[in-house]
């Protein structure tokens, strides 16, 4: 029989090629097509569960084959919330169920919400900046109108330039959607106390028309508001015409609104002319639109009057901005945010519709809902989109801040890394710096564990700006932590690498990340939620599984049917495979002492007896401790050093428990004709042990 030590080294030196093999046999091929077809189509645990194939295959995959026909406890263990520190799984010791239950996301990948607490939280500094960029702007208008005003030397000079023009026309209450500039001309070359000027003979001579029909249309209000009120008493009375009073309300209620309507329109009128007769009073042009000799277009008092209407004009601008209006608009979008069920819902809601629409710069008196509901339902994945049609950036924007599918629906936040990778990074960071300062003392350590749950969290906070892998990549303290919490060397490997993996096709065995040895990387972009450009979207689901599950559950299946075979030709084998897979989620001695695995494998590699497991585990954690640095299992070099000295010591045991005269391994040392005595144990050991450093 080949050794453990030179099975085992000969499978880890040709890894790769080994699972590819494995890969390539009949059964694990069918078996892994069969999977891949038809995970896609569970619904639930139970439909899960009820596929024979699925289920096995991914019990395998995970290790717990001797536990498939515990299905109602399985159930649990997939329907457990892995964010609950109380949950079912999370009070079993053994990680296999947590590793398990992580595979699949039955409960769903994150709850379907109008925005995420980032959106929210980003939107809100939206808000506050464009609010405060608003009254900045207003500001700038008004300082160039005080630099330029001194220089129009003609009406049409003046119209002419777009940012005076529309300074004044807001300071005068000017619609030049509704006034062609020849008209606003001849008001600024009016004089408002010449009473054949242009803006009288035009505009001011209807005043006591409009003013009158006004005031007979008020007039009339009172009478009809009168004469509905008497027929509503009239109704009470006995032997009141019912039918025919009604009929009357409802005649002096449309009169109502037609008066009503009448006196919003003339009070428009007279308040039009009102501003050009302002306006005209407002500078100094003369008829023919020139400026007489050394007269400026306004005099100081006109130029301070101008800019007080104008501020009067962006009263709402400067409300809006306001501490206290602004506090007090953040805590209703806060609160009806929560009632937000659909895109229909988000415009039928004034305090979220015109806050949102605020804080990316648009008027939401000037975009009609339909546009807002076609922006809300497009897809950001799609360049052809309806949003992209826009050509404007503030429609993207408000399209990225919420959640709706093209039904109008809510529906998942779109983000870079789910939530349960992103605490899983997180916490496989913190353990991998914990772990690194295992040797240190009580304080130093404590240190560690506070600087890298800092790290980590600001990992969490900083991971919901990411929207491609150009931004990923280009914030290395937070490549650096991924790596670390991967258990790799931030400083070899290269920003250029990693855009390498990140551009990599996961389904092309070939493609770079796949075709590295290491297949941590591979792991690392499948954890992130890019498209082929690179650019954050929603991946479709296989079923259950996202992207990374479903790879990790295939690889996972590979390597288990890998160590399978080779234990059943050499159990040491498996074992030492075995470790070495689980050795990097290894972080305390309990975590050997919970895998009768690892124990053994402990055991043996440090020749202890079996009867050790007998101990209290307290005792049995420091023997673990004694002869074995955790924080070396991070290390693969080490682990490979380990898992040879363990090779050897299993082939020592088992040629003595199984009556062999002497292991494989000391055949190679000494030639079975040779005629010398065996080694001792004792001799045996020592070789073991210099082949272990």
């Known amino acids: 029989m080949v050794s453990t030590y030179f099975s085992y080294s000969y499978i880890t030196r040709n890894l790769k090629q080994s699972l590819t093999r494995v890969e390539q046999q009949a059964d694990v091929a069918r078996e892994a097509a069969y999977y891949k077809a038809n ?49 079912f799984v999370n009070k079993l010791v053994d990680k296999r169920y947590q590793e398990f239950a992580a595979a699949f996301s039955f409960n769903g990948t994150a709850t379907p919400v109008a925005q995420s607490d980032n959106q929210t939280d980003e939107m809100i500094g939206l808000y506050t900046a464009t609010m405060k960029s608003q009254v900045d702007a207003l500001a700038d208008d008004s300082n160039y109108y005080s630099a330029q005003i001194g220089k129009i030397s003609s009406a049409d000079q003046l119209l002419n330039n777009d940012r005076l023009r529309n300074y004044v026309y807001s300071a005068f209450g000017i619609d030049q959607s509704k006034w062609p500039a020849d008209t606003i001309s001849q008001v600024l070359r009016s004089d408002p106390s010449d009473p054949n000027s242009y803006v009288n003979t035009t505009f001011a001579s209807q005043l006591t028309g409009l003013n009158a029909q006004r005031a007979q249309a008020q007039s009339n209000v ?86 007080k ?18 506090a007090l608009a953040i805590k209703q979008f806060r609160t009806d945010l929560a009632k937000i069920n659909s895109v229909q819902a988000f415009v039928s809601t004034p305090s979220v519709y015109d806050f949102a629409l605020g804080a990316v710069g648009l008027d939401p008196g000037k975009v009609p809902q339909a546009t807002i509901k076609a922006v809300l339902e497009s897809d950001l994945s799609d360049p052809k989109s309806y949003v992209y049609t826009l050509k404007d950036n503030r429609y993207v924007q408000l399209a990225q801040s919420f959640n709706f599918d093209a039904k109008g629906n809510l529906t998942t936040p779109l983000v870079a890394q789910d939530a349960a990778e992103v605490l899983q990074i997180a916490k496989d960071y913190v353990i991998g710096a914990v772990r690194s300062a295992s040797t240190a003392t009580t304080q130093q350590q404590a240190a560690v564990r506070a600087q890298a749950t800092k790290d980590a969290t600001a990992y969490q906070e900083a991971i919901a700006g990411i929207d491609s892998v150009s931004d990923l990549l280009a914030n290395r303290p ?109 972080t305390s001695a309990y975590d050997i002492l919970a895998d009768k695995a690892l124990s053994e494998v402990f055991r043996t590699t440090f020749n202890l007896p079996d009867s050790m497991a007998a101990m209290p585990i307290d005792q049995q954690a420091k023997f673990v401790d004694k002869f074995m640095k955790i924080n070396d299992l991070s290390d693969p070099a080490k682990v490979a050093k380990l898992l040879s000295r363990f090779s050897a ?38 070789i073991a042990k210099l082949r272990a450093r």
């Not at 209407?309 to 501490?323: E, G, H, L, N, W």
């Not at 010591?649 to 065996?678: A, I, R, W």
């Open 39 to 87: 995970i896609g189509k569970v619904k639930s645990v139970d439909d899960f569960m009820k596929d024979y194939r699925l289920y096995h295959y991914a019990m395998k995959a995970y290790g717990l084959e001797d536990m498939a026909y515990a299905k109602a406890f399985m159930k649990k263990v997939l329907e457990s919330d892995l964010s609950d520190s109380k949950s």
């Open 478 to 586: 937070m490549v650096d932590l991924i790596l670390l919490a991967k258990g790799l060397d931030p400083r070899k490997v290269s920003t250029d690498f990693l855009k390498k993996a990140f551009a990599s096709e996961l389904n092309d065995p070939k493609s770079f990340a796949n075709a590295q040895s290491d297949p941590r990387f591979a792991e690392i972009v499948a954890s992130f939620n890019f498209d082929s450009k690179g650019n954050v979207a929603r991946l479709p689901m296989m079923g259950p599984q996202k992207r990374d599950q479903f790879r990790e559950t295939q690889t996972n299946y590979l390597e288990q049917s890998l160590e399978q075979q080779q234990g059943d030709t050499n159990p040491g084998v498996r074992l030492a495979l075995y470790f070495q897979r689980k050795a990097g989620d290894i």
């Open 222 to 307: 009172s009478a009809t508001e009168l004469k509905i009120a008497d027929y509503k008493a009239q109704l009470s009375q006995p032997g009141a015409d019912v039918a025919q009073l009604s009929v009357q309300i409802l005649v002096e209620k449309y009169h109502l609104e037609s008066y009503t309507n009448s006196i919003s329109s003339l009070s428009d009128q007279i308040t039009t002319i009102g501003g050009f007769v302002d306006l005209a009073g407002a500078f100094e042009f003369s008829p023919d639109g020139s400026l007489p000799s050394g007269v400026p277009a306004q005099t100081a008092a006109n130029i301070a009057l101008t800019k």
């Open 309 to 326: 209407q104008f501020d009067d004009s962006k009263a709402d601008v400067y409300t809006a901005a306001s501490p206290i209006y602004e």
């Open 649 to 686: 010591m299993y082939d020592v045991k088992n040629s003595e428990s199984t009556g062999q005269g002497q292991s494989p391994l000391l055949n190679l040392f000494q030639g079975s004709s040779s005629g010398l005595s065996g080694m001792s144990e004792a001799t045996y050991l020592a």
